[in-house]
């Protein structure tokens, strides 16, 4: 930020090499790093990239940008680069044709059955690579094992609490913002300026609920509320306000739905084990609910990456009991993890989910699919995890695309023995990460502007961007899918990722109007379940390391 402020250009980073005063050339994209989406500018020198500064985009309309764009483009010369494909061979790896890699993809997915194949879509991905990605597990493979490590595991709760994100511009007129569970200044560098900003212009009170004992934020905090469970506090309460019967009864007669049903689930639960499980005392909680209740226009933030699936739900059912979803400055405010998390959810990229976030089970939505891949049968939905195949050895063939399980997970061995029990493995990456060694074929990666396509960010913006670069890597990572595409039988007209996003709007266009009414949805218990770390992407965790 003081880079980006100083009028003078006295305060610079501090680089290993910086090139002396030349006229360099520029090229905007949308940050491939965290969820808020901001634009960036590269300036190089014959390709060699010299710095990048904030553009003026359609988020951070202030071109401010955070230090994981600014500082973290050493990799774009790293001569290391993956750029070929590379077959193993007698324990080590030797560069083959992108013919003899697709011919071997094809013979080993014809050599199993369909559900003996699972595929993999990294949250770093863009729309329009997701979207390729699972129609070629589904309408290709004829499998239905579709899935992302970065959400293996950890529940559906993170799909809705992204349906009414407040929007950024909105804090300004927020009357108190409560930031749980988020390291933001550290997490969402541009979103924690927005934040503080706002709280220091317009006298908007900030309260802090952690469970760290030293928190980044808290210096800029009015309050903070240490907590030892999220979920429990949050919890306690909603069981605060029902059982003193102080939710907005009118709103939830208009807008929610299964309130009783919900509301009798959670007075059942006891209030004091709820609050003892939080790690905070009567007192602070009951003044937590009585105040977050009587705001009308208070905005919850928090972070995915530091809080369960589980909490995640009841935060939102907090929001919809007290009648703040929907209304201008007030509701929720999620932030996802990496920067296109949200399009793993819009287009299909996991089991459960079809494009549209609709249940893939739907006959309806089965019939809309079939007919807009021209295909007479696609698989049914799974009866089993992909955790649950992985760790029964049932899966002979995988494919990975843009995320590193094994360089990130927190438990290493357990990936190891998954990778161990599989027969054949593809990675795509950009550089020879701990998951591209244990390969048996790998992919050269091509980086988003490289590409082109658009990412979704945390509030549900899309934003295109594209191919402004031209790359090391002969054929980019959409030409690799639509070769794969054409080998697997599947019809495609695609000559850019912009045809590949006219067909997911046709399908969109079509699909069934959702129920009205915003549902509440009971949790009986936590599901801390967090395998991997950096949103399981080997250049996150590169850069920030």
């Given amino acids: 930020m003081c880079i980006s402020t100083c009028p003078t250009g006295a305060i610079t980073e501090n680089v290993p090499f910086k090139a002396g005063p030349l006229a360099t050339e520029s090229f905007k994209s949308v940050c491939n790093f965290c969820s808020i989406g901001c634009e960036t ?6 390709g060699f990239v010299t710095r990048v500064t904030g553009s003026n985009g359609l988020i951070n309309k202030d071109g401010n940008i955070c230090k994981l764009p600014r500082f973290g483009y050493s990799y774009l010369q790293d001569k290391t680069r993956i750029t070929q494909p590379m077959l193993r061979e007698n324990g080590s790896f030797q560069p083959i044709s992108f013919k003899k890699a697709y011919e071997i993809i094809l013979k080993r997915v014809k050599a199993v059955q369909p559900d003996e194949n699972a595929f993999f879509a990294g949250a770093r991905l863009s729309n329009e690579e997701i979207y390729l990605i699972q129609k070629m597990a589904r309408a290709g493979a004829g499998t239905n094992n579709i899935a992302s490590f970065h959400y293996l595991e950890r529940g559906g709760g993170y799909r809705l609490n992204a349906e009414e994100n407040v929007p950024f511009d909105q804090l300004a007129k927020a009357g108190r913002i409560y930031l749980l569970g988020s390291e933001i200044n550290e997490e969402n560098g541009v979103a924690g300026f927005w934040v503080y900003n706002n709280c220091f212009n317009h006298n908007i009170p900030l309260t802090l609920i952690t469970n760290r004992e030293h928190s980044s934020m808290r210096h800029k905090a009015d309050e903070e509320l240490r907590v030892t469970s999220y979920y429990h506090f949050v919890k306690a309460a909603i069981h605060y306000l029902l059982s003193h019967g102080l939710e907005n009864g009118v709103y939830v007669k208009d807008h929610c739905t299964h309130f009783e049903a919900y509301k009798e689930q959670v007075l ?17 909680l009951a003044a937590f609910a009585f105040e977050y209740n009587l705001e009308e226009h208070s905005v919850i933030v928090f972070a995915e990456k530091n809080l369960s699936s589980a909490t995640c739900t009841e935060i939102r059912n907090l929001a919809l009991i007290t009648g703040k979803v929907g209304k201008t400055a007030s509701g929720l405010m999620a932030l996802k993890e990496k920067n296109n998390a949200q ?4 287009m299909g990229g996991c089991a459960a989910l079809a494009p549209g976030t609709y249940n893939y089970a739907d006959d309806t939505v089965h019939s809309l699919l079939k007919e807009a891949w021209e295909k007479d049968n696609l698989p049914q939905a799974i009866t089993e995890s992909p955790m649950e195949l992985l760790e029964k050895g049932k899966i002979k063939n995988i494919f990975i695309f843009g995320e590193d399980p094994s360089g990130t997970a927190i438990d290493k061995e357990q990936v190891l023995k998954w990778f161990n029990k ?6 795509q990456e950009y550089f020879m990460s701990d998951t591209a060694l244990e390969a048996d074929l790998i992919l050269p990666a091509t980086l988003p502007f490289e590409t082109g396509g658009s990412f979704t960010n945390t509030q549900k913006f899309i934003q295109q961007f594209g191919k402004t670069f031209e790359g090391p890597v002969a054929q980019t990572g959409f030409d690799q899918l639509m070769a794969l595409h054409k080998l697997l039988g599947l019809k495609t007209d695609f000559s850019t990722p912009a045809d590949v996003m006219m067909e997911v709007a046709g399908i969109f266009q079509k699909l069934p109007e959702k129920p009205s009414g915003r549902a509440l949805n009971f949790t009986s218990q936590d599901n801390e379940i967090s395998l991997f770390a950096h949103g399981c992407d080997y250049l996150q965790k590169r850069v920030i390391d």
Avoid: M, P, R, W
């Fill in 41 to 46: 500018e590269y300036h190089h020198k014959a």
């Fill in 268 to 284: 059942a639960e006891d209030y004091d084990t709820l609050l003892k499980e939080s790690g905070c005392n009567a007192e602070t």
């Fill in 343 to 346: 399009g793993i959810l819009d």
């Fill in 422 to 427: 599989i027969s054949f493995k593809v990675v």
